[in-house]
Every structure is written in structure tokens, then in C-alpha cells.
């Protein structure tokens, strides 16, 4: 089973949408939880760090389920700009920097 | 800022030559770096962890003699592809933390390689 699982997507919404990105982890000791994002044959860049009491930066949200080991990425109101692919990562080590990506989602926000 | 630049953007070589990757911290020292390696439509996977004067530690899998890495000081790690292959043509990317192990890593904007 692959340490962290996404639906590759790809999802295409009108700008103005919500939409939400889903993602589960295997290992249920993991200390850290992300989301990326990263455009088309460039880096991946922090977009947030994933707290378990939720947290919201503009119109992103992220949550963490620790009891089902699921974490989400809400966007709202869509911008064109928003057109990427959306990495869960994980870092599941104590004390180190042990970082586990997902495979993406990918994101097409239409005008 | 944390910024972390890669030498060469992209690479073309032929097979059984190597190539050099170079990664280094332009404005702080770090203390660890990574490289990471991602095939088309894949997650990126570590390959490797890199500590200043120390030897690399290598991810199962990952065949230490081939990706040779160096990290001569606390602003530049390289990775060495020895005899490469078609197989090696891959996007390579280093991170590098500032702080301690659990700091936020800092992406390269990543190397592309394409062995012919």
C-alpha cells in the first residue's frame, strides 16, 4: 500500500468553484501532514502546513482526520491561477525529515 | 527567504556518460539536504539524505554507486549520475532544510535529465 494515496483527478472547474482534494496516509504514527502545490515541470512549493484542529489560510482550508488518516484541501472561489496539481505530503518520521508525497491531483480551473 | 538554486535546469547526455547536478542554498547554510527524483505522472520519492561532511544516506532501492553524492559544505550538495541510462531520464530536485531536522524543506527548481 503506497504511504500516501490521492485521486490523481484530473478536476476542471469554473473559476468561482469550490473544490475540494481528499487524501489518505498508511501509517497512522506520522507526525506531519502538507499540501503542495506544483506547477507543470517546476518545484513543488508549500501551500500550507495541515493542523488537526484545521486551518484556513485566505480561501484555502485544510483538515486532518488522525482517527481515519485522511487530510483535505478546500479552495475557494477558484482563480485561473489555481491551475496546478495538489500534493498531500506526509512526514511520518520522529525527529526527522522523512517526507512522503502523494502522486497529485490535478487542478484546471476554466474562465 | 530560503532560496535554493540547482545547476544545470536540463541535461541531454548519451548513455554510459555522467552527469553532474549541482544543488546549493544561496542565502542561508543547510544543514541537510535531499534529492528526490520524479518519473512522468509519479509522486516525487526520495533518493537520498545528505548531511554536511558526512556520508549520504541512501533510500531501499536507490544504488549508492550510481547516484553518487557529495556534499562538500553547508551550501552545496552534488548528485552524480554514473553511466547513465534511459532509464536515468528523470526531473531530479534537492531540498535543503535550514534548522533542525523537522524544519520546512526548501525546494531546487529541479534538473531535468534526458539520457539518450
Known amino acids: 500500500r503506497k504511504e500516501v494515496e490521492q485521486d490523481p483527478g484530473p478536476f476542471n472547474v469554473p473559476e468561482g468553484a469550490t473544490v475540494a482534494f481528499n487524501c489518505t496516509y498508511s501509517?497512522?504514527?506520522?507526525?506531519?501532514f502538507f499540501w503542495y502545490r506544483q506547477d507543470c515541470r517546476k518545484e513543488p512549493k508549500l501551500l500550507m502546513s495541515v493542523y488537526s484542529s484545521g486551518n484556513e489560510d485566505g480561501r484555502f482550508t485544510a483538515q486532518l482526520n488522525r482517527a481515519s488518516q485522511y487530510i483535505s484541501l478546500l479552495i475557494r472561489d477558484s482563480k485561473l491561477s489555481d491551475s496546478a496539481t495538489y500534493l498531500c505530503?506526509?512526514?511520518?518520521?520522529?525527529?526527522?525529515?522523512?517526507?512522503?508525497f502523494g502522486t497529485g491531483t490535478r487542478l484546471t480551473v476554466i474562465p | 527567504g530560503a532560496v535554493v538554486s540547482q545547476h544545470p535546469s536540463r541535461v541531454i547526455c548519451k548513455s554510459g556518460t555522467s552527469v553532474k547536478i549541482e544543488c546549493r542554498s544561496l542565502d542561508f547554510q543547510a544543514t541537510t539536504m535531499f534529492w528526490y527524483r520524479q518519473f512522468p505522472k509519479q509522486s516525487l520519492m526520495l533518493m537520498a539524505t545528505s548531511n554536511e561532511g558526512s556520508k549520504a544516506t541512501y533510500e531501499q532501492g536507490v544504488e549508492k554507486d550510481k547516484f553518487l553524492i557529495n556534499h562538500a559544505s553547508l551550501t552545496l550538495s552534488t548528485l552524480t549520475v554514473t553511466s547513465a541510462h534511459p532509464e536515468d531520464s528523470s526531473f531530479y530536485i534537492c531540498?535543503?532544510?535550514?534548522?533542525?531536522?523537522?524544519?520546512?524543506?526548501?525546494f531546487g527548481p529541479g534538473t531535468r535529465l534526458t539520457v539518450l
Open positions: 531540498s535543503a532544510i535550514k534548522g533542525g531536522p523537522t524544519d520546512t524543506q526548501y
Open positions: 505530503v506526509v512526514n511520518k518520521a520522529t525527529g526527522a525529515n522523512n517526507l512522503f
Open positions: 501509517n497512522s504514527a506520522s507526525q506531519s
